[in-house]
């Protein structure tokens, strides 16, 4: 019987640290953000420890990109850091809980990195957990 729950207590640590690892993957497929109706990329992006959701986002050159962003849960803080004065973007923020929108219109295509510059004492960087991602602007 101790066996037995042994077992079934073991099989459940494993299920829930696979599932929990497969949760924090953050999306790998590209996201094309459409044009809506107002004319504006909208992008809805989530953050957390430690990614952003999507990670890897696509918009057109020379068309209003509006980022939607918020924490997802926890009292850590995180940041949004995208610099990129060759594309006239420039967002340096906190974020919370609640959205926040950064709108800009991406004038140069490109790969322009974006991430979380949040750090604690002596630790790794957020960005160094992996908090980071790419915005690809095309023709
Ligand atoms: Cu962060």
Redesign the pocket.
Known sequence: MKLQRFLSLTLTLIFCFAAGRAAAQPGNEPYRAAVGVDGVQQVNML????FFRPSHIIVKVDVPVRFVVRVEQGI????LVLKAPEANISINAD?SRESQTFTFTPSAPGRYAFY???KLLFFKS??E?G?EGILEVVE
């Open positions: 953050a957390g420890g430690y850590v803080p995180h940041g974020l979380c510059p949040k957020h960005r957990h908090m």
